[in-house]
C-alpha cells in the first residue's frame, strides 16, 4: 500500500547520480530529520507531518488528503513494532523531481498487524538549509 507519491513519480529502485561516503554528512542530516518527522506519524500527528513536510508535497497533496490518506495506510497496518534502517542513497536527481539534493532512505518496518513492511522516505534539503521530506511510501 502506497502512502504517498506527491509529485515524485519515484520507482523506489531507481537512483540516478547516486553518491556514497562523501555525502555521509548529509545522508545523516537528512535521516535526522526523517526520524523526528516518523515520529509524528507514528503518533498519528498527521497533520503536524503535513506541516513539517517539504513545500512540493504540502502543494501536492492538501493537508486533509494527506490525514486521510495516512489513516487508511497506517491504521491496517497497527501500532509501530521496530524500524531498522536498510538502506540510505544520496542523490541529486529523482524521476519526476526537480533537481536538488535528496537522501532515499528505506526502512525494514514491524507493525502490529504487518511483521514485514518497507518504509521509503525522501528527505530533500530545502532553501532554508533544513531537511523536510518530499515522499513517504509504505509497502
Known amino acids: 500500500m502506497k502512502l504517498f507519491a506527491a509529485a515524485l513519480l519515484l520507482s523506489a529502485t531507481t537512483f540516478a547520480h547516486a553518491q556514497g561516503a562523501p555525502n555521509q554528512e548529509a545522508i545523516d542530516a537528512a535521516k535526522k530529520a526523517a526520524d523526528t ?6 503518533a498519528g500527528q498527521y497533520k503536524a507531518s503535513w ?5 512540493p508535497l504540502r502543494k501536492a497533496v492538501s493537508v486533509t488528503q494527506w490525514e486521510q490518506g495516512s489513516r487508511a495506510a497506517r491504521m491496517p497496518v497497527g501500532a509501530l513494532q521496530g524500524r531498522t534502517l536498510a538502506s540510505s542513497t544520496y542523490t541529486t ?4 523531481a526537480p533537481q ?3 537522501v532515499v532512505l528505506e526502512y525494514t518496518t514491524r507493525f502490529a498487524d504487518r511483521a514485514n513492511a518497507v518504509e521509503t522516505v525522501i528527505p530533500t534539503l530545502e532553501a532554508d538549509g533544513k531537511w523536510r521530506m518530499a515522499g513517504y511510501f509504505l509497502k
Open 51 to 55: 506541516e513539517q513536510a517539504a513545500e
Open 93 to 96: 536527481t529523482l524521476p519526476g
Open 100 to 102: 536538488g539534493q535528496y
Open 37 to 42: 518527522w516518523l515520529a509524528l506519524v507514528d
